[in-house]
């Protein structure tokens, strides 16, 4: 199992910016993917959440009302458009993967959950 993240860099303050994330090597589609994302000195949370079998999508409170979460299965790539960015969004951007995916879908927020991991993605929003 691979996972890849990329699409981070400098935005301004109210840009957008969208992260995608590669994943291969998977036997079935009863998994979910995550994305998470760490600050300096902060702990690492998660923002957002698909499940790969049916596209169902959560979102916590810091990824919900300007994150949008979804997924291209042709592609076997999953994507957080992030819109209206403030400076406290800057993180490393990670995806990560649950196998199997909770049933009902759903974020649990806690990254223990997350079996496979990508390399993380700098997202820096400054003026």
């Known amino acids: 199992v691979q996972l890849q993240a990329s699409g981070g860099g400098l935005v301004q303050p109210g840009g957008s910016l969208r992260l995608s994330c590669s994943v291969s090597?998977?036997?079935?589609?009863?998994?979910?993917i995550g994305w998470f994302r760490q600050a300096p000195g902060k702990a690492r949370e998660e923002v957002a959440c698909i499940s790969l079998h049916d596209g169902t999508t959560d979102y916590t409170n810091s990824g919900k009302g300007r994150f949008i979460i979804s997924r291209d299965n042709g592609q076997n790539k999953v994507y957080l458009q992030m819109n209206s960015l403030k400076p406290e969004d800057s993180a490393t951007y990670y995806c990560?993967?649950?196998?199997?995916?909770?049933?009902?879908?759903?974020?649990?927020?806690?990254?223990?959950?997350?079996?496979?991991w990508g390399q993380g993605t700098l997202v820096t929003v400054s003026s």
């Open positions: 090597g998977f036997a079935s589609d009863d998994y979910g």
């Open positions: 990560a993967a649950e196998v199997p995916a909770p049933k009902p879908y759903y974020c649990s927020g806690y990254d223990v959950f997350y079996n496979h």
